[in-house]
């Protein structure tokens, strides 16, 4: 069955230091992976996605991610956190021969807390 | 600007009423999707839809329904059939992968 793991509920990192986030994945095929970020009562905002190519990508506000097929992950990583990156970041995954089923499938989030 | 219009943005409600929340979009986009978040539950799918006319079940699709009339469109209306209604239901549209969010409206059941 295909699933999204994200292990932490809440990350907590310094301002200035680098932070992490954690996700990791099971898909049959190939996957497409991507990460948002929530703002409270807010929509979610695109951050980045994983199709092909190389396995670190560059996304929106100095984000990037690592895709790692071996372990199965695609970790959020930024080198200077900001007290403005505080907010709910999820990660999502589909098969990437899904076809016309289009469904993403979600982690439940990680709360992002980052302390000035 | 384009981008995904939803209203209203609070709702409310009394019990055993049916509630419809808005959703338009000027993307151009083909597939919309609504979602259902309650804390500590990510994101759940009620319904999408890949083109105009045709809309599928999701994961929670009891309680609610929907149309898809136009490109633009995608209103979603919770029945007096939904047990829980009081959530925050986002709606989200896509051409090439990545969901483009409305800001959400917020439903409460007194």
């Known amino acids: 069955a295909q699933s999204v793991a994200q292990p932490e509920d809440q990350v907590n990192v310094a301002e200035g230091n680098p932070l992490t986030v954690k996700c990791t994945y099971s898909v049959s095929g190939n996957p497409y992976l991507f990460w948002y970020v929530q703002y409270p009562n807010r929509g979610l905002q695109f951050l980045l996605k994983y199709i092909t190519g190389d396995n670190l990508v560059k996304g929106s506000y100095g984000f990037e991610a690592e895709f790692n097929k071996s372990q199965t992950s695609f970790h959020l990583k930024k080198p200077s956190a900001l007290v403005s990156d505080s907010a709910l970041y999820f990660c999502a995954v589909r098969e990437a021969n899904a076809g016309n089923n289009r469904k993403l499938i979600w982690g439940l989030g990680t709360s992002l807390a980052v302390n000035p | 600007d384009g981008g995904i219009t939803q209203s209203p943005k609070y709702l409310f409600r009394k019990e055993g009423q049916n509630v419809t929340l808005s959703c338009e979009q000027n993307l151009n986009h083909d597939a919309m999707y609504w979602y259902r978040q309650d804390p500590g539950q990510g994101l759940r799918l009620i319904y999408y839809?890949?083109?105009?006319?045709?809309?599928q079940k999701g994961d929670i699709a009891e309680g609610y329904s929907v149309s898809r009339e136009k490109k633009e469109s995608f209103p979603l209306t919770v029945t007096s059939a939904q047990k829980n209604p009081t959530a925050f239901y986002l709606c989200?549209?896509?051409?090439?992968?990545?969901?483009?969010f409305g800001e959400g409206s917020r439903l409460t059941v007194l």
């Open positions: 989200a549209s896509t051409k090439t992968g990545e969901l483009f």
């Open positions: 839809s890949q083109i105009v006319n045709d809309f």
